[in-house]
């Protein structure tokens, strides 16, 4: 089992910023994939960006060169800076680590991001 606890979720104004955080516990070994995803009111959830253990990141093309995401394996966890945010990043980040793309993994609570125009 492992254990996620997100947080930096909140709320800013559109072109601001924020930064969150995702902490992994439990059994970690197995762990090659941490991402972010996304889920605004009505949506799908969607991926936001991963990386994998060998640094290796994706990003959804509404966030590229806009977020970025980044991870410290000493303490399993992964990061996300937000920058340059716009209303319709508004959403519930979540926070996923997984073995491999085809691996559901585990998933964090969500943290609540609203950005206001």
């Known amino acids: 089992q492992v254990q996620l606890v997100e947080s930096g979720g909140g709320l800013v104004q559109a072109g601001g910023s924020l930064r969150l955080s995702c902490a992994a516990s439990?059994?970690?070994?197995?762990?090659?994939?941490m991402g972010w995803y996304r889920q605004a009111p009505g949506k799908e959830r969607e991926l936001v960006a991963r990386?994998?253990?060998?640094?290796?990141?994706n990003y959804a093309n509404s966030v590229k060169g806009r977020f970025a995401i980044s991870r410290d394996s000493a303490k399993n966890t992964v990061y996300l800076q937000m920058n340059s945010l716009r209303s319709e990043d508004t959403a519930v980040y979540y926070c996923n680590v997984r073995k491999n793309i085809f691996d559901s993994g585990s998933w964090g609570q969500g943290t609540q991001v609203s950005v206001s125009s």
């Open positions: 439990g059994i970690i070994g197995s762990i090659n994939i």
């Open positions: 990386i994998m253990s060998s640094s290796l990141t």
